[in-house]
């Protein structure tokens, strides 16, 4: 090639030191703030020889929280996910209007490990079995008209990661898989931004009669969760700021619904949240229906059975419907889950470790895996025997409170229990198994302990399928993996009651950093840890501010940023592309 | 609604003051330069009642550019397109390979008409069928899965304009429609740019033989127009800039290669250009097969036939194929012709005020349109008449000079004629015809006129299908109209030849302003007007200029310029979506 240009040159340099110019140059961008946790490995590949295979299924928050984390380069990786990006779903209801661009959310696999001193391969393709006996899955290219069918092929591995994530559940609602759409995906969000566009174009002809443009501007949304409920202020929003004016013959004809068939919206956050949230959609006229099932979707009416009162079917004439309520599971993980003996579960089950129940060297995280709390009465006689040091019958309060800062690590509902309970101690518990009697001495027997914790598992919760859980999850099984061989020699986790030693690491443990919903107009509603809500403005730049700091590169960061100001200045476009 | 907050209130007041606001805004960011001609019409609606119906058919170059200068208020007008936008075609290119993003090069049309003082409606249809004698169109809107079937319409015309543009002509050549990809529409960009990436993802699976990678990583594009040309330019760019890096394994056995039938790209550029590029090209891999003629497409591969060396016929293993040759005629302008009798022709022939001949009150513009020229030799026994004042039977110079003016206006060829034989005045003309003889007093028959204006006609010349033609078409068309009352009392165009009087307006004339090709690697040519070439950086910055100054808004203007710098600091995307 010639000689550089000076632009050549310029543009080189951005290349390759992205990290420190970048740095420089978008700090401002991003300064209305949060913690911006952001660094990327660069060091030497490290010559390590009989290097272990881990695959990966999956590039979404799971899988790619891994493989962003992992650094120990004993082990090879090959990601397999037929899709090639990581997306930060929780903005996916902002891209279904356009406030935030599809590609701006999504930043290639390939550029995330690019640059990792552990060997990370990647293939675009699906798995279609698993074959845990002989450590196997079995992959299949997608197919495309121009390059000539699919590919089939194997994969052996050493351990495998599930990070595949779910699907959408639509309790066998007939009608829903034809006619509604889904929010799952990065096209669900565009091809919900085209239907909306197509909705009022087709109302807008000549020839159709006011019935008939009231169905096609009828929106439904199926589930008040936080998708549901964002969708509908994302649409709102869109409707009143940008297609009211672009569309001034129609735009009163636009109607709303939200169709939940609990009690309320957004019914795992505070309830000032949902009452607020409630108000506020009726004063700008977005119909919530609570209490109303969905029972069948045909292609232009919903019906629904009202819960409330005895059970009427009523049918709703519509123009477009979104279901986003709870998740499914993936084809392949059910054929997975009857091959290992969980036939009847819906996710795969894991130990807290997030090992798969059944089979070796498998973990699984996300939205696909829910952990398997181990209950502490199963446990029990264990336990005692192993808190009973003195092997006497009885433990000691002393005896006790040695054991117990394994017995909390190991089934942490115990600490939740006196948390709720709002005890001090372990002496507390035990003094009410007793019945309040003075304090010291006190022994228990192996019934009277059963009494002290038979309460304890009734703490047991399941994690939410969220991208919180399933990135924390990825953190935690890549800090295992690096230090694997470490932990390997010196176990760091608790004791092992029914066992001998230790386990090798602490298990899995969820920190609930908040949630926001986004409920238009420039109001979120945010839940904090320690039940601290705020509502309003100011949570809403709160908002803008993590959900920059969480982006996954610096890239989708400055394009994230820069279309919240492009959509500030110039609205949202509403060509049908 | 509640009381506007401080956001509310900073949001409104930049949709509402767009224009002054945006100016200052955004004025920095097109400091590279131009000639930023914008102006936004926001006159108050006038008083007529009885209005004119005119149907545009299309949203294009030419329908659009109509639609924006079009301020008389005696029209209403109705738009009826299957695309409810405007796209900036010429960036079409850098699209494919995402340096710009589609949605920056589109704008709906709805916000293009918004503010005019012109009733305009839009609907998002095709038009099927057009019914010249009764002044009618047949439309149905697009079908879609949820908005069950088509729905079908007519409407009526005062005026029809046709800007319907072209579609892709195959020459007939078997297996194109099915195996090729095409880069006329935003769509056909889009799906272009996820078969890149689809090629390079299938390629770097395992189990596949190096032969068939490197068959998979073949790009081959057939037509070494300004189209094929800076298509290759922006993929070799894409691969080297950006996908090397991710895929370092197969990096090497990607290759570019365009057909072209013709012995030269860009034939109808400066040889100069044609040189560079050529050389450029072959400097950097692009490999370049002139004279090679695509005779059939199959599936995995691409017959040529060599029409350099005897016609032999070869076949080239292909993994994604681009078509840019020529444009053809879409299928119910091929109904319209044979209504109106041009059943032979590929384009609708008007005359030089755009005027489709054969029916009233019809227009034809853009790519669809062809401008049928007068020959002088047709009329040139009325032109004889007309300027013979004194009927004498000869015409003195002096006559004929008066005459001129009229005769330069309606043939514009024979200025065309003067310039190219770099005669200063009609003098030299008659003088050539008269065999050099003393130039005063000469006088002419009609037989040594004809010999005069002989060799005329031979300097028409058919417009390039280009969004300038069409641009122009449009702006002037739009120009008729709004002056249409005015000039139906003073007439100010050419006198008519064969009938009485003078036309209404001038006839059309195109201007041109100039061509770029971009080459890749920030390198740009230009061919502007006075045969002034230039080649390199500096025309590379003449074309971001131009290109930013010529959107249709300046919404889109600040898009395209924010992808510009996006992509120069973080490089192109390459998630497949």
Avoid at 20 to 31: I, T
Avoid at 326 to 335: L, Q
Avoid at 537 to 544: A, K, T
Avoid at 564 to 576: K, P, V
Wanted: charged share 25%; net charge positive; glycine share 8%.
């Amino acid at each position: 090639m010639s000689t550089l240009t000076f632009f050549e040159r310029l543009s080189k340099t951005f290349h390759d030191h992205r990290s420190h110019l970048k740095l420089v140059l978008l700090c401002s961008a991003v300064s209305g703030g949060g913690i911006l946790a952001y660094g990327e490995l660069a060091p030497s590949e490290a010559a390590v020889t009989d290097k272990k295979k881990v695959v990966v299924l999956g590039t979404g928050w799971a899988a790619t929280s891994f493989m962003k984390n992992l650094n120990n380069p004993r082990y090879e990786v090959q990601v397999v996910s037929p899709r090639n990006y990581f997306a930060f779903t929780p903005l996916l209801p902002s891209v279904t209007c356009g406030t935030v661009e599809a590609r701006s959310i999504v930043e290639p696999v390939r550029n995330i490990f690019r640059k990792k001193k552990v060997n990370v391969q990647f293939n675009e393709a699906e798995c279609y079995k698993i074959d845990a006996e002989n450590k196997k899955i079995y992959c299949r290219s997608k197919g495309n008209n121009n390059l000539n069918g699919k590919e089939e092929y194997e994969v052996d591995y050493d351990y495998l990661i599930i990070g595949v994530g779910a699907t959408v559940n639509t309790f066998n609602t007939p009608g829903v898989v034809e006619n509604c759409h889904f929010l799952k995906e990065v096209e669900d969000a565009q091809k919900i931004r085209r239907t909306v566009i197509d909705c009022f174009e087709r109302a807008n002809l000549p020839d159709i009669s006011e019935e008939e443009k009231k169905r096609i501007l009828h929106f439904a949304i199926v589930g008040g969760g936080p998708t549901g409920v964002e969708f509908a202020a994302a649409l709102h929003d869109f409707v009143k700021d940008d297609l009211a004016r672009l569309y001034p013959g129609i735009k009163d004809l636009v109607k709303i619904t939200l169709l939940e068939a609990g009690g309320h919206l957004l019914s795992m956050f505070d309830k000032r949240i949902t009452a607020f949230a409630e108000d506020k959609f009726q004063r700008e006229g977005i119909d919530v229906k609570t209490g109303s099932m969905v029972v069948k979707v045909s292609e232009k009416e919903i019906s629904t059975k009202d819960l409330k009162n005895g059970g009427e079917i009523k049918t709703i004439p519509y123009g477009m419907a979104v279901w986003s309520t709870g998740i499914g599971t993936r084809p392949f993980i059910r054929d997975f889950l009857s091959q290992i003996g969980q036939a009847s579960r819906r996710a795969v089950a894991t130990d807290e470790w997030l090992r798969v129940e059944g089979c070796n060297n498998v973990y699984a995280l996300g939205d696909c895996a829910t952990i398997n709390q181990r209950k502490v009465m199963e446990d029990i006689a264990a336990i005692f025997k192993k808190a009973d040091k003195s092997s006497s019958g009885t433990l000691t309060v002393k005896e006790f409170q040695e054991a117990m800062h394994d017995i909390c690590e190991r089934y942490p509902q115990v600490e939740l229990y006196l948390k709720s309970k709002q005890m001090r101690n372990i002496a507390d518990l035990l003094s009410e198994a007793k019945g309040d009697v003075k304090k010291e001495p006190i022994e228990l027997n192996i019934e009277e302990l059963k009494t002290a914790l038979s309460k304890v598992d009734s703490q047991m919760k399941f994690l939410p399928a969220t991208a919180q859980v399933a990135s924390q999850q990825g953190i935690y099984l890549a800090k295992c993996f690096n230090r694997m061989e470490e932990c390997e020699k010196n176990p760091e986790g608790p004791l092992r009651f029914r066992g001998e030693g230790r386990h090798r690491f602490k298990p899995f443990r969820y920190k609930h950093l908040g949630q926001f919903a986004p409920l238009g107009g420039e109001q979120t509603a945010a839940q904090l840890p320690g039940d601290w809500v705020s509502i309003g403005h100011s949570s809403q730049w709160l908002w803008y501010s993590v959900y920059a700091s969480k982006q996954v590169s610096w890239r989708t960061r400055a394009l994230v940023v820069t279309d919240w100001s492009r959509r500030f200045i110039f609205g949202r476009d509403s060509s049908r592309i």
